[in-house]
């Protein structure tokens, strides 16, 4: 009787524990407005457009925070660097967290269908809440032909890890057992 309402006990319990958290979830991420100084590339026109998404599941995801698009460029080879200061913002079932991202942004373009951004000396600075990890990755250019290029600056949204079901209904199969054995423990001794 004992080794049944044990085993019964344990079932019950994984299943509660199991049905009780739920399985990974989406989230979302959100760039603010994008402060920039005067670029001091000749000629060169920027259109910084935030990029606000979402990712199917609590996993990292590389994420493009901001578009620039370059236009009027000319055949002339130009460059330029200047400040970049944005936000970020991830909400999910694991909180929600909020950077300050700068940096500096260099461009270079050869013609009217090429150009390259580098952005450097990033510095994250976590403003608010938590829950998310996020790291620079760099940038991505494509190049095309004009109006000009767009140039995405990439990041990495990492969540904090979230306990799985499966892990908690072990934990509490092993708890109902343990339970079990010092009450059949102290059943025989009396």
């Known amino acids: 009787m004992l080794r049944r309402t044990m ?7 994984g299943f ?14 959100t760039t603010g407005a994008v402060s920039a100084t005067p670029a001091t590339i000749p000629g060169v ?30 055949a002339t080879p130009v460059s330029g660097t200047q400040t970049l200061t944005f936000t970020e913002t991830a909400t999910g079932t694991t909180g929600t967290e909020t950077w300050t991202i ?4 260099t461009v270079f373009s050869a013609s009217t269908a090429s150009v390259a ?13 938590s829950g998310f990890t996020l790291a620079s990755t760099g940038y991505s250019t494509i190049t095309a032909t004009p109006p000009g290029s767009i ?5 990495l949204i990492t969540p904090t890890a ?10 509490g199969t092993g708890l109902v057992g343990v339970l079990g054995l010092s009450l059949r423990r102290r059943v025989k001794k009396a």
């Open 162 to 171: 979230i306990p799985e079901p499966a892990s908690l209904a072990m934990l």
């Open 7 to 13: 085993l019964l006990g344990a079932l019950a319990s």
């Open 16 to 29: 509660l524990l199991a049905a009780g958290v739920n399985a990974r979830a989406a989230y979302t991420f």
């Open 45 to 74: 026109t920027e259109t910084f457009t935030p990029n606000p998404g979402s990712v199917a599941a609590d996993v990292p995801a590389s994420i493009a925070a901001v578009t620039i698009t370059y236009s009027g460029l000319s």
């Open 117 to 129: 951004a580098n952005f450097t000396d990033v510095v994250i600075t976590r403003t608010s809440g």
């Open 102 to 105: 700068s940096g500096t942004l």
């Open 151 to 155: 140039a995405n600056l990439g990041f």
